[in-house]
């Protein structure tokens, strides 16, 4: 039972990834790449939101 693996090459970074069903970031290595090709379009402020969280800090409230 000679079982192939698929390998695809990451777009981002170029590395071999075994194309399965349990990699959820295919055809990525990984996560990180996945992102980076997906903010590549909007790459002059590469930003995420993270979990910064609220934006009450930039409310002006009044006094
Ligand atoms: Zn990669």
């Known amino acids: 039972m000679a079982q192939k ?3 695809v ?8 990834v075994a ?3 349990e ?3 295919r055809p ?3 996560e990180r790449c996945k992102m ?4 590549a379009w909007a790459n002059e ?3 995420v939101p993270t979990e910064h969280g609220t ?6 409230r009044p006094q």
Do not use: Q
Request: net charge negative.
């Open 36 to 39: 980076i090709d997906l903010g």
């Open 23 to 25: 990699n959820a970031f």
């Open 19 to 21: 194309w399965r069903p």
């Open 45 to 47: 402020s590469y930003k």
């Open 55 to 60: 934006f009450e800090e930039d409310i002006e």
């Open 28 to 30: 990525f290595c990984g």
């Open 9 to 16: 090459a990451c777009p981002t970074c170029g590395k071999a």
């Open 5 to 7: 693996t698929t390998l």
